[in-house]
């Protein structure tokens, strides 16, 4: 399949709407593949916290677009990332998710074995053949950069610019890059992670995230802190605008309680209020005054998603040992109030109902700019 074709028949409709991607974006396990290749595989992808890796040795296995990628923290304490594949005969070096190696990576079916750096250092019978040159023999490299205490990916010979595609997305939404420093997220620790295992495309999820149209319908505790919420327009619509949270409310919390002190980076003007941020093509970032929500997709199959949520506080906090539960609460049920409605929605993808795709009202009229992004992608 070397091309996919994005755009169908619409009906004619009021000018206000505009069409989504057809029914088949989100069902064809073709387009899935060609998405794995020219999206993932192209594209800066937030693979993992960087405190997951936190020592010498430790690791994490991810899957980025169909690859499996090892992020490994050498003894020299920097963080790089390899194709988890043994030059040898293809085996898997690790098949665990994560764990700890002491010295070096050693695969488990002929014992080759791989500095932490990624260089061939032992082989059986390697010194008897003088004629191979280990250096061409280590792992296959893969681009690495660490931004916001989260370790980005890219599987592209030739990367795009990171400065001009991830932290260009949070400039678009900010208004400045620089903005989102006064949340000092590469200093806080994880006080919380759920995993969510979403029986829905991923496109799906990303475009529940990006709008508030269905926020009054599906969301009661959320517009209770956020009113703005409820008038449909998601606070991504407005470059720079953070909704405000409601006169009685005194945290980012289940109940509009009180949560925690805000963060010594975040100033008035920044103060009560809720910021969203999309960068494509697998992160959700969410800055409340007190601590961050932040939400990476693994897109595994056609209709099925796994997204990872870590809840992010100061250390003060965490060494506290404060009760998160009712800071976490709120964006849990969030999230599980949005993949129900994601998944109520991926069956019907693959009716002719939807064969056309939907439309978008003009609050979602942002998420058009989602769909072109992933039309180019594709069919490029």
């Given at each position: ?106 695969c ?52 795009p ?11 678009a939404?900010?208004g400045d ?42 969301h ?9 919420f ?60 007190d601590?961050?929500?932040?939400h ?72 058009g ?12």
């Open positions: 399949m070397s091309s996919v074709e994005v755009h169908s028949q619409q009906p004619e409709s009021a000018s206000s709407l505009i069409p989504t991607l057809p029914g088949s974006h989100y069902t064809d396990a073709a387009v899935f593949e060609i998405e794995q290749s020219r999206i993932f595989q192209r594209n800066w992808f937030a693979a993992a916290r960087s405190s997951d890796m936190a020592t010498p040795g430790s690791f994490r296995n991810v899957d980025v677009g169909g690859e499996s990628v090892l992020i490994v923290r050498g003894r020299d304490g920097a963080l790089r990332a390899f194709l988890n594949v043994c030059r040898h005969r293809g085996a898997r070096l690790c098949l665990e998710e994560s764990g700890s190696v002491r010295r070096s990576l050693q488990p079916y002929h014992a080759w074995t791989y500095g932490l750096d990624g260089s061939l250092i032992a082989a059986p019978n390697l010194n008897s053949m003088h004629d191979v040159n280990r250096d061409e023999y280590g792992l296959i490299g893969v681009a690495l950069q660490e931004w916001l205490g989260t370790v980005w990916v890219c599987l592209a010979d030739e990367p610019s990171f400065a001009d595609t991830v932290q260009a997305a949070v400039a939404r900010l890059s620089d903005v989102i420093d006064g949340w000092g997220i590469d200093d806080l620790v994880v006080g919380r992670r759920i995993t969510y295992d979403v029986k829905a495309n991923w496109k799906l999820i990303v475009e529940n995230f990006m709008e508030c149209y269905h926020c009054a319908t599906i009661p505790e959320l517009t209770e802190v956020l009113p703005e409820a008038d449909g327009y998601a606070a991504q619509y407005f470059v720079g605008h953070g909704a405000e949270f409601g006169e009685e409310i005194t945290g980012f919390t289940v109940d509009g309680q009180s949560g925690f002190e805000t963060l010594s980076g975040v100033d008035e003007d920044h103060d009560r209020r809720y910021y969203a941020i999309t960068i494509n093509p697998q992160v959700f970032i969410n800055l409340v005054p601590h961050v929500i932040f990476r997709m693994y897109p595994v199959a056609v209709d099925r998603t796994i997204v990872e949520c870590d809840w992010l506080y100061t250390q003060e906090v965490i060494d506290s040992g404060a009760d998160l539960s009712r800071s976490v609460e709120l964006f849990h049920r969030v999230n599980q109030q949005d993949f129900d409605a994601c998944e109520r929605c991926q069956p019907a993808m693959s009716s002719r109902a939807y064969a056309s795709g939907g439309v978008l009202v003009p609050s979602e009229h942002h998420i700019e989602f769909r072109d992004w992933v039309a180019a992608a594709i069919s490029g």
